[in-house]
C-alpha cells in the first residue's frame, strides 16, 4: 500500500523568512496530493492541493510542487506570519477510486517567531 | 454554510464500554469518511462512506463499525473499549468520496 513520508518533523523560521515541508510517496498510481494545516485543537484545514497533471500550484504565499518521477511533492510558503504556526500533514490518494482512502504523512510542526 | 459538525466533542469512557460518534457532512456532500489520529501522527483511515453504503474500509478491527443515514450523516461505533482506542476521531465530508475532503473539529475520546 501507499506510504508517505514528510520531512521535517519541526521547522521553525523567523517571521518573513519561507519554510519548506517536503513530502514523498511509494504509490505510482496516486494522483492527488492535499495539504492540511491542523491548528491545536482543531480539525485538518484543506489549504491548498494538487493533481498529478499539474507540476506546480500557487495561491497567495502558498505553493505546491510535484515531481511525478521522483515521487515527491513540497509544500512552499512565502513571507511566513506567526499565524502560520501550526502543524502540516501531506497527504496522497488515488482520487477518482471510489473508497480511496488519504494516506499521511506524520506531520511537520511549524513555529514562526516575530 | 456550516462546515462538518461532530459531536460530542469529547468524551472518556472506561475500558470495555462501546461508544458512538456522530457526523455530519456538509450540506450537499454525499460522503462521509472516518480518520483515528493518534497524539503526534497523521490521520489514519477507517471508514469511507457514500449514499448509505461501505466504500472503503482501513486496517481496523471489527470492533469499529459505522453506518450513514438516507440525511448523509453517519455515526462510527467502537465496540470492547481498549485504552490504544484513545485518539482524536475525525470525519471528513466530500461530494462524492473522491474529491477534496473537509475535516470535522473532532472527537477526543479517552478511554481510561
Known amino acids: 500500500g501507499e506510504n508517505v513520508e514528510q520531512h521535517p518533523s519541526t521547522l521553525s523560521v523567523q517571521e518573513g523568512d519561507s519554510a519548506v515541508i517536503k513530502c514523498t510517496y511509494s504509490?505510482?498510481?496516486?494522483?492527488?496530493f492535499p495539504w492540511y494545516k491542523q491548528e491545536l485543537g482543531k480539525g485538518p484545514q484543506l489549504i491548498i492541493d494538487i493533481r498529478s497533471n499539474v507540476g506546480e500550484k500557487k495561491d497567495q504565499r502558498i505553493a505546491v510542487t510535484l515531481n511525478k518521477t521522483a515521487k515527491h511533492f513540497s509544500l512552499h510558503i512565502t513571507e511566513t506570519q506567526p499565524e502560520d504556526s501550526a502543524v502540516y500533514f501531506c497527504a496522497a490518494s488515488r482520487s477518482g477510486q471510489a473508497g480511496t482512502a488519504l494516506i499521511f504523512g506524520k506531520g511537520t510542526t511549524l513555529s514562526v517567531s516575530s | 454554510d456550516a462546515g462538518v459538525t461532530q459531536s460530542p466533542t469529547h468524551l472518556i469512557k472506561t475500558r470495555g464500554q462501546h461508544v458512538t460518534l456522530r457526523c455530519s457532512p456538509i450540506s450537499g456532500h454525499k460522503s462521509v469518511s472516518w480518520y483515528q489520529q493518534v497524539l503526534g501522527q497523521g490521520p489514519q483511515f477507517i471508514f469511507q462512506y457514500y449514499e448509505k453504503e461501505e466504500r472503503g474500509r482501513g486496517n481496523f478491527p471489527d470492533r469499529f463499525s459505522a453506518r450513514q443515514f438516507p440525511n448523509y450523516s453517519s455515526e462510527l461505533n467502537v465496540n470492547a473499549l481498549l485504552l490504544g482506542d484513545s485518539a482524536l476521531y475525525l470525519c471528513?465530508?466530500?461530494?462524492?468520496?473522491?474529491?477534496?475532503?473537509?475535516f470535522g473539529p473532532g472527537t477526543r475520546l479517552t478511554v481510561t
Open positions: 471528513a465530508s466530500s461530494v462524492d468520496g473522491v474529491g477534496e475532503q473537509y
Open positions: 504509490d505510482s498510481a496516486s494522483n492527488y
